[in-house]
């Protein structure tokens, strides 16, 4: 079984930047992709952004590409980070941290795992 937990939201003023963690523990065999993912309230859960967990690469939605960089922690390799720059009111959701088995390709959806998300509030 997976654990991942996220830290890292806030309260932030628009044009802020945040840096979200997700630590995942437990069997990580067969995980092939880590991604970040968003639910705003009243509106359906999108892909953020993601990193092959078995090799290099990163993807990112188009409405946060140029503002996003997900990256995978040198050292602790089970630890994915979303970093954020120039918020927005519109980037106020729940941001939560997946694991996929089998594929490295996002959207294949063969999320496995969830964690229980972190909010992050972007308002002045």
């Known amino acids: 079984q997976i654990q991942l937990v996220e830290s890292g939201g806030g309260l932030v003023q628009p044009g802020a930047s945040l840096r979200l963690s997700c630590v995942a523990s437990?069997?990580?065999?067969?995980?092939?992709?880590m991604a970040w993912f968003r639910q705003a309230e009243g509106k359906e859960r999108e892909f953020v952004g993601g990193?092959?967990?078995?090799?290099?690469?990163?993807?990112y939605a188009a409405s946060v590409a140029g503002r996003i960089v997900v990256s995978r922690d040198v050292h602790n390799r089970n630890t994915l980070y979303l970093q954020m720059d120039s918020l927005k009111p519109d980037d106020t959701a729940v941001y939560l941290c997946?694991?996929?088995?089998?594929?490295?390709?996002?959207?294949?959806?063969?999320?496995?795992?969830w964690g229980q998300g972190t909010q992050v509030i972007v308002s002045s």
């Open positions: 997946a694991a996929q088995r089998g594929s490295t390709d996002y959207q294949r959806g063969n999320w496995v795992a």
């Open positions: 990193h092959n967990w078995i090799g290099s690469g990163t993807n």
């Open positions: 437990g069997d990580m065999s067969g995980i092939y992709y």
